[in-house]
């Protein structure tokens, strides 16, 4: 592929994602505006979760403890990680796989949306639970710290072996 095409393509990739921080923030606003801050982050969660767990499958083939495999598999997954996500293996053994993602275009289009503060560590963790419906579904165990003011980056996920099958 030519440089000017994948230039376009992560371009493409930035766009589609910054439409989906849209919709999940213009989701939350509505809900909110109906029937309250916690209902709204309540049920954007739950939604957001079973959009996790939709695409666990991909990793479940490395469950419960295969935590190289799934270091693997999921940079692999992540498309166009390096220039959109910017993922740094903290710590890949055997008790914990640790990445810290130093970019989020999620994130990237509710700074540019004009969120900031408490609205957007609300937006970061909401749109966080994606990875626990993903790596719950698969079989993992996992903690994610999502984005708080004054902290560099983005997520950093911590991921362990799941209950055994």
Request: hydrophobic residues 40%.
């Amino acid at each position: 592929m030519s440089t000017e095409n994948e230039t376009r393509l992560i371009e493409q990739l930035r766009g589609a994602l910054k439409s989906r921080a849209l919709v999940y923030a213009a989701m939350y606003e509505e809900i909110a505006a109906e029937f309250g801050a916690d209902k709204a982050r309540e049920i954007c969660k739950r939604a957001i979760y079973k959009r996790g767990e939709a695409i666990a499958a991909v990793f479940a083939p490395h469950a419960p403890a295969d935590l190289a495999g799934l270091k693997q598999t999921f940079l692999n997954f992540i498309p166009q990680g390096e220039q959109l996500f910017a993922p740094e293996v903290v710590q890949c053994n055997a008790q914990e796989l640790e990445i810290q993602f130093h970019r989020c275009p999620l994130k990237e289009a509710w700074q540019e949306a004009g969120y900031e503060g408490a609205t957007l560590e609300n937006l970061c963790d909401i749109g966080g639970v994606v990875d626990y419906g993903t790596f719950e579904k698969a079989g993992f165990s996992i903690r994610s710290e999502t984005w708080r003011s004054g902290r560099e980056g983005c997520c950093r996920l911590h991921i362990t072996p799941g209950p055994a099958a």
